[in-house]
């Protein structure tokens, strides 16, 4: 096992973020599980890992986060940074799927879908960097998905919110990078958790309803055609192997699907890696990143 590490997660109510502090905590390290209105919705997620953290004898406790409150956001890392002598890494999973054709939402309703996947990671980020700067390490690592390389139908503002997360990710990996931290980002394909059985659906059911013969076909088709999941303890797994590897080795992209579409997706990762290159050159900014990567 590596060096006991010190991780903030978002999101663990369910799914990716559940798993993944329940693996973190198994192997050894000290997580803090962030979890929006621990009095609520989501009482019983935080009495099941306090419950379990009890009966296993495990370093993991739940603090209230919701990413989408500046203050929550503020109060919660406040109290991680004033009782823990240290922060290695930072997982920001927290995220919501909204499922239906665009035109059916709104920009407010854009707005609540990007508020979380993207803007979340970046308030917690913008909270705990100051931190890691002065500790002179540290690692922000962001659930993306597959879906921000491909966009499929009724699934435009998960995917394009997930691009954007990207994005921001690659900003961060070169601009934190000359401080000692690193940003990186993990993909994963889809795999079977609540997030689809919970996605929002639009309020204009009437335009809603205009798609309902191409939704129902296309529903159908995943139904009927889709090739069958992996399992989320991949996912889970990565990301701790992630939060484990020494300063230096993590790589920007992390893909997790299977073989098929993983093969397909790094050949497509390669060349973007390529067009980068050639691009930062052009702009005369090749120089910065190889001095910040150094």
Avoid at 15 to 25: H, N, Q, V
Avoid at 67 to 84: K, N
Avoid at 247 to 270: I, N, S, Y
């Amino acid at each position: 096992m590596s060096e006991p590490r010190t991780v903030l997660i978002t999101g663990t109510s369910t799914g990716f973020g559940r798993l993944t502090a329940e693996t973190l905590a198994r192997r050894g390290h000290h997580v803090i599980a962030g979890l929006r209105d621990v009095k609520g919705r989501n009482r019983t997620a935080t009495a099941e890992l306090t419950a379990l953290a009890g009966n296993e004898g495990l370093s993991l406790e739940v603090i209230e986060i919701d990413v989408t409150d500046d203050a929550s956001v503020t109060r919660g890392v406040h109290h991680l940074l004033t009782t823990t002598a240290r922060l290695d890494a930072v997982i920001n999973n927290a995220g919501r799927n909204f499922a239906g054709p665009l035109e059916a939402y709104t920009a407010a309703e854009a707005m609540q879908q990007f508020d979380v996947n993207t803007l979340g990671a970046l308030r917690v980020n913008n909270a705990v960097i100051p931190f890691l700067r002065e500790q002179g390490h540290g690692a922000l690592i962001q659930v993306g998905s597959l879906s921000g390389w491909v966009t499929p139908p009724f699934n435009g503002l998960y995917a394009a919110s997930k691009a954007a997360l990207a994005s921001l990710t690659e900003a961060w990996h070169h601009e934190l990078a000359p401080y000692g931290v690193e940003s990186v980002l993990i993909e994963p394909a889809a795999y079977p958790t609540n997030i689809g059985q919970n996605a929002a659906m639009p309020a204009d059911q009437e335009r809603l309803g205009l798609y309902g013969a191409t939704l129902a076909a296309f529903i159908g088709d995943i139904t009927k055609n889709a090739a069958a999941p992996g399992s989320t303890a991949e996912v889970s797994d990565a990301l701790a192997d992630l939060v484990e590897l020494p300063h230096g080795r993590r790589p920007l992209r992390t893909l997790v699907a299977p073989a098929r579409q993983f093969e397909a997706v790094r050949a497509v990762h390669e060349k973007a890696a390529e067009a980068t290159r050639i691009v930062a050159e052009d702009m005369g900014i090749d120089g910065y990143l190889r001095r910040a990567r150094s």
